[in-house]
């Protein structure tokens, strides 16, 4: 499929929209109202720090809403404004965090259903208005709703839609995309959908093992099974493996993306030679600046003389997820929760240990003067970072 094509197609219809139907001004107001803090603006203008009594708060110096969050949230919103009347659906959770979903779902916003993964729009009808996501949509589900006669509003990020057009770019230089991304993740099946041959990588050790069958250290037969679901279809790792370009979805840990992009570029100079390295290897930086600016934030952050760290976003998201992975590589104790209600008056959290199911933990902050850091994912609004920060201010006065 000519997904350039069918994108330049879908763009002069007059049933899609990604521009929203109110100035950008408007816009950010709204949000203003709806999800700032007076009391993180006030910790902000307090060097990120707060002390009250016993307890001191260090905010990560960026952290939350990123702009393209803010602008698929305010889209939503002026979706259902514009359309009062309409059936209104969205392909997926609009950003990964409950409270946000939940305000839409209050809105009589639907959402498309999926069971194991795959999606059911047996509902949605001609007429019917689709919102797609901030992590994007799938070609074959925008070409499904487009034919139905959908009205399709488009929030995808510009940041994803980069690494769109750099797999699109991949595809047509015949180069294979390798994608450092999480295989069932929305925005990573989006971007899948939109390369021509890929390979989806979950970290630098699943890298190396493609580097060393590239570099003849490997066997067919296991490559194929442990990559099973992660290729595109006919997927031959010694034909589509010569010619590569590194993707990666956006929210993934910045530094790992740079090093798996460095270990191919190796790989490839290793076994085609400086000369012909063009010919193999194209590199394209598509790391979101909203990403790499929080997770820089979250090292300076566990530098600090910290007792325990916060974090707080969707479960399902995965750069809050990354951000309590750096925590982890500091040995701080840290809980990553999704809403303040999992901290609980009697001193008890219920938090999710990286990998792991919910765990409720009980003495959650210590007595005596304790340092306690905070950041939150891209799609967490200030105003669920205050109500965590008044939690733990109450805890620390009893």
Known sequence: MDTQAFKRSLHHSDRYNRRGFG?????????????QSSLIGSIRDNGYELQHGRLRVKLAEAFGFCWGVERAVA??????????????????EIIHNPSVNDHLRNMNVKFISAEEGVKDFSKVSEGDVVILPAFGATVQEMQLLHERGCHIIDTTCPWVSK??????????????????????????????????????????????YVAEYILGRGNREQFLERFSKAFSPGFDPDKDLQRLGVANQTTM??????EIGRLFEKTMLSRYGPKALSEHFLAFNTICDATEERQDAMFSLVDEPLDLLVVI??????????LQEIAISRGIRSFHID???????????????????????????????????????????????EHVIRKLMNLSDI
């Open 23 to 35: 100035s950008p001004a408007k816009r950010a107001e709204e949000l203003e109202q709806a999800y």
């Open 75 to 92: 889209m939503a919103y002026e979706t259902r404004r514009h359309y009062p009347n309409e059936r209104i659906w969205i392909t997926n």
């Open 163 to 208: 690494v769109w057009h750099t797999v699109e770019k991949h595809k047509k230089h015949t180069f294979t995309s390798i994608i450092h991304g999480k295989v069932k993740h929305e925005e990573t099946l989006a971007t899948s959908s939109f390369a021509g041959t890929y390979l989806v990588v979950l970290d630098l050790d699943e890298a190396q």
């Open 253 to 258: 840990l910045k530094s790992e993306t740079e």
């Open 313 to 322: 976003g969707g479960f399902n998201s995965s750069n809050t997820t990354h």
């Open 339 to 385: 809403m303040p209600e999992r901290i609980d008056d009697d001193n008890s959290i219920t938090h999710k240990p990286l990998g792991e199911d919910l765990l409720k933990e009980e003495n959650f902050l210590p007595g005596g003067e304790v340092n306690v850091g905070i950041t939150s994912g891209a799609s967490t609004p200030d105003r669920v970072v």
